[in-house]
């Protein structure tokens, strides 16, 4: 079994909502498994390890807040074709909260200027208040149901020729849009916070086994018994199943 790189980008800033658990739950079930890896924290205005010689099998990148998410796309800037590749092949990319915003064409603020984002998908960002959206939030992924939530200052606008969810509760990419996210080969990224794959133990399982398919990954009782009450929950919010009594 081979080590399993993993890389999480900016964390001095990326650290909002919790998401940082994250790296926490994928790092303990990488254990669990037997996987031997190796963390690698990349810091802002440090080269990215998955821009040089040393291959990446997960990068992680987490939400943080409007004004540092304007410097960390200047910095990021320099390696949009190494992100480009990543949707290819057989390694894993995940950007959770206002990160999928990096990743569009761009981010337009509340006083009406704008700025050119990576261009990997057809989106516009756009600011609309100091005002916070928050909400809860679930899709389907193929087979499975994703929970998570949201806090928002931006929604986005435009194409997705390959949305990560079809929303059945909360709201897509924008009020207007049932679809979220984007997914393309092992390339996910989406504005639900959570921390995502502690919240979604399959999906978690899903990407691991990606990774290292030669491994077994069991997600813990603990976690599958709060999905199981989560999606319960808001199911029954979405009026998709009676209350119990």
């Not at 990349?42 to 099998?57: E, I, M, N, S, W």
């Not at 807040?65 to 190494?82: F, G, I």
């Not at 990997?120 to 809860?136: G, H, I, P, Q, V």
């Not at 990954?217 to 029954?236: D, H, K, L, T």
């Amino acid at each position: 079994m081979k080590k399993l790189i993993i890389e999480a980008l900016y964390g001095e800033y990326n650290n909002l909502y919790g998401d940082r658990g994250n790296l926490l739950y994928l790092t303990e079930q990488l254990k669990a498994a037997g996987c031997d890896f190796e963390l690698i924290q990349t810091h802002l205005y440090d080269k990215p390890a998955f821009a040089g010689q040393t291959p990446v099998d997960f990068l992680y990148i987490g939400p943080c807040t409007e004004r540092q998410q304007e410097v960390e796309l200047e910095a990021l800037r320099p390696y949009r074709d190494a992100l480009a590749a990543r949707m290819e092949g057989d390694t894993v990319t995940l950007a959770t909260g206002n990160a999928f915003e990096l990743f569009g064409r761009a981010i337009e603020k509340e006083d009406g200027t704008g700025l050119e984002a990576l261009g990997l998908w057809d989106t516009t960002a756009r600011r609309f208040s100091r005002l916070r959206y928050n909400e809860l939030s679930m899709g389907r992924w193929g087979q499975l149901e994703i929970v998570g939530f949201k806090n928002q200052l931006s929604h986005s606008y435009g194409t997705v020729d390959t949305p990560f969810l079809e929303m059945e509760l909360g709201t897509g990419l924008n009020p207007d849009s049932r679809q979220e996210g984007f997914a393309r080969g092992g390339f996910f990224a989406t504005y639900l916070l959570g921390p995502l794959l502690a919240l979604n133990p399959d999906f978690a399982a899903a990407l691991l086994q990606k990774l290292a398919p030669e491994a077994t990954f069991a997600p813990p009782s603990f976690a599958r018994q709060a999905y199981e009450a989560r999606v319960a929950e808001f199911r029954r919010l979405n009026g998709k199943q009676p209350e119990s009594h």
